[in-house]
């Protein structure tokens, strides 16, 4: 097998002294959908937050491939991430509800794309054509599911070829959730890599390359993402009642 474009190995972290991550093992080939999904509290939005030194880590490693080189992601500063290529969308404030949407693309956007500022918000708003009447006002006005699009946009401001996405369709209608995740197919298919933790699991595992349950911090499962998503004893254990549909 080539190398996969990100791996993560032997994670192993948390909060202060409380440990959360006890050694999760994750690999993301290029051009893939892996997603990460597993109980309330196992920690999926940890392992985003360790990357983006949010949560602290005590051990393992977490690298990416960079022109045949490994690049070690934790000892890479969070505001240097999006220079290598990597854009992330937190789970909860991941839009600048007080700032204007024109503001929200400004500020996702950073000169080492090679495209001028002008060029790349253009190229948001024929993607995502909602919002171009919406320009000057402000974010926190916008509806839950343009919300998702801005948070998408201002994340692909950076020109990212890898997209690490934390419970992208938390708080969404059932109809939002299919074009949420039709959308995040049709990034994917523009040549970006995408990591992402759902609650939605069997939804995010249906147009994943690869899944992982995590459990108590720890890998429990793994395999296809069309595997997972029809297996009954991951679906019963760990999707509860309401990430079946
Ligand atoms: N800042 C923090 N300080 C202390 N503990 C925290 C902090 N953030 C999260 N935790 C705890 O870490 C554990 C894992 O949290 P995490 O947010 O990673 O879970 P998750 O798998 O993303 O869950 P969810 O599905 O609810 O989003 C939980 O027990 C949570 O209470
Ligand atoms: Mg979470």
Request: a neutral charge; charged letters at 20%; proline letters at 4%.
């Amino acid at each position: 097998m080539t190398q996969p474009l990100i791996k993560i190995t032997n994670l192993e972290g948390g909060y202060g002294d409380i440990k959360i991550l006890n050694g999760v093992n994750i690999e993301v080939p290029e051009k893939s959908i892996v997603t990460i999904v597993g109980p309330n509290g196992a920690g999926k939005s940890t392992i985003m937050k360790a990357i983006y030194g949010i949560a602290r880590v005590t051990a393992g490693s977490a690298t990416i491939m960079r022109e045949g080189k490994e690049i070690n992601i934790l000892a890479t500063k969070p505001y240097n991430l999006s220079k290598i290529g990597i854009g992330y969308v937190p789970q909860i404030e991941n839009i600048f509800v007080a700032m204007t949407i024109d503001e929200n693309l400004d500020v996702g956007y950073i000169p080492e794309t090679g495209k001028s500022l002008e060029e790349l918000k253009e190229s948001m708003y024929v993607r995502y054509p909602d919002l171009v009447s919406r320009k000057k006002d402000r974010a926190g006005q916008l509806s839950g599911g343009q919300r998702q699009m801005l948070a998408l946009a201002r994340a692909l401001m950076s020109a990212p070829d890898v997209l690490l996405l934390d419970e992208p369709s938390a708080g969404l209608a059932p109809a939002l959730v299919d074009q949420l995740f039709d959308e995040l197919v049709r990034i994917n298919n523009s040549g970006v890599t995408i990591l992402m933790v759902e609650q939605n699991a069997r939804r995010a595992l249906e147009i994943s390359t690869y899944g992982y349950v995590l459990d108590m911090g720890k890998n429990r499962h793994e395999g296809a993402g069309a595997d997972l998503a029809v297996d009954p004893a991951i679906v019963g254990i760990y999707f509860g009642k309401r990430n079946q549909g």
